[in-house]
C-alpha cells in the first residue's frame, strides 16, 4: 500500500449522501428517473446514495474509457459497457465519483442527449474543479477538493485502494 492520509471519514462521507439523497429526491419527486452509475469508480457512492433516496428510481451501469486527454476536444469516449435500458424520453441521472478534467461526463452527457435522453444531470461525490479543462458543471456535488490524487470509496489507483470505506489522499505510490 502506499502512504494514505485521511481525507474523508465514513461519517463524512455519510453526512454528504444523506444530503445529496435528500435533494435528488426533491428534485425527482414528479419525474421518474433513470439513475446510471459510472462504472467502476462511482459503484459504492451509487449504492449508499440509492439507499438515501425516497424516491424509486430505475437503476443501470455503464462502463467507458476517455483517450484523446490533452489533443484539444476532439478525444473519444470507447464504450466497455452501454446503458442496457432504452434511454429514449428518459430523465438520466448520471453517477460518478469524481469529475477531474469533466472530458468524461462532457462526452457522456452529449452522447446521452444524442441518443435521445429527456434531460442528462450530472452527481458527482468530489469535484476537482482547478483541473477543469471542459465547460461542465455537476447538478449536484458532494465535495468540493484539491488538485490531490483522492483515493478510497470506490476510487483506484491502478485498481488498488477501492475496497477503503473512507477517501484518503495518496501521497505516495508504491514502488
Ligand atoms: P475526467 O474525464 O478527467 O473528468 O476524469 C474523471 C475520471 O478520472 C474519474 O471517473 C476517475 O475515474 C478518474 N480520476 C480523476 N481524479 C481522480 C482521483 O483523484 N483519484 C482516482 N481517480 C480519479
Ligand atoms: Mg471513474
Known amino acids: 500500500m502506499g502512504n494514505i492520509k485521511p481525507y474523508l ?7 454528504r449522501v444523506a444530503s445529496l439523497g435528500k435533494q435528488i429526491s426533491l428534485d425527482y419527486r414528479h419525474k421518474p428517473v433513470l439513475l446510471v452509475c459510472v462504472l467502476k469508480g462511482a459503484v459504492v457512492f451509487f449504492a449508499d446514495l440509492l439507499r438515501a433516496l425516497t424516491i424509486d428510481p430505475q437503476i443501470d451501469f455503464l462502463q467507458v474509457s476517455s ?15 452501454e446503458i442496457s435500458a432504452d434511454i429514449i424520453g428518459k430523465h438520466i441521472l448520471l453517477v460518478e465519483d469524481i469529475i477531474d478534467t469533466g472530458f468524461t461526463l462532457y462526452h457522456l452527457k452529449q452522447d446521452l442527449l ?3 435522453a429527456a434531460s442528462c444531470k450530472i452527481c ?11 465547460d461542465i458543471k ?10 490531490e490524487f483522492l ?6 489507483a491502478g485498481e488498488q485502494y477501492r475496497f477503503l470505506p ?10
Open 138 to 147: 455537476a447538478d449536484y456535488v458532494g465535495m468540493e477538493v484539491p488538485d
Open 67 to 81: 483517450y484523446g486527454m490533452g489533443t484539444e476536444s476532439c478525444g473519444k469516449l470507447t464504450f466497455h459497457k
Open 166 to 175: 473512507y477517501i484518503g489522499i495518496l501521497t505516495q505510490q508504491d514502488s
Open 124 to 134: 458527482a461525490f468530489l469535484d476537482k474543479p482547478a483541473r477543469r479543462k471542459l
Open 9 to 15: 471519514s465514513q461519517e463524512q462521507i455519510a453526512g
Open 151 to 156: 483515493v478510497g470509496y470506490g476510487l483506484d
Open 114 to 116: 444524442n441518443k435521445g
